[in-house]
Nanobody
């Protein structure tokens, strides 16, 4: 059974930083592309950042230069370092992978940025 568990969310003031972590199990982690999504109240869930099994990263424009996605295959973890957080970054953040044609999601972690 694939399991993704996020941690590291919280409340931070604008301009602050947070580091999200996602621990994966039940998959061959080193071959999986790992993604971070977020969903704000009343909005759709959007992908924020992605890291391939070769370390290639992609980001949505609004977080480029502020967020960094990384992975540690030895520990089956993926991280999202978020800096210069803004109120528009407030959302539930989800870890995701598509593994053998199935989508797997973590339970989500709340990030709240106050102005």
């Amino acid at each position: 059974q694939v399991r993704l568990v996020e941690s590291g969310g919280g409340l931070v003031q604008a301009g602050g930083s947070l580091r999200l972590s996602c621990a994966g199990s039940g998959i061959n982690f080193k071959i999986a592309t790992m993604n971070w999504y977020r969903q704000a109240p009343g909005k759709q869930r959007d992908m924020v950042a992605s890291i391939g099994n070769d370390g290639t990263t992609t980001y949505i424009d609004s977080v480029k230069g502020r967020f960094t996605i990384s992975r540690n295959n030895a520990w089956n973890t993926v991280h999202l370092q978020m800096t210069n957080l803004q109120p528009d970054d407030t959302a539930v953040y989800y870890c995701h992978t598509r593994y053998y044609s199935n989508d797997w999601w973590g339970q989500g972690t709340q990030v709240t940025v106050s102005s």
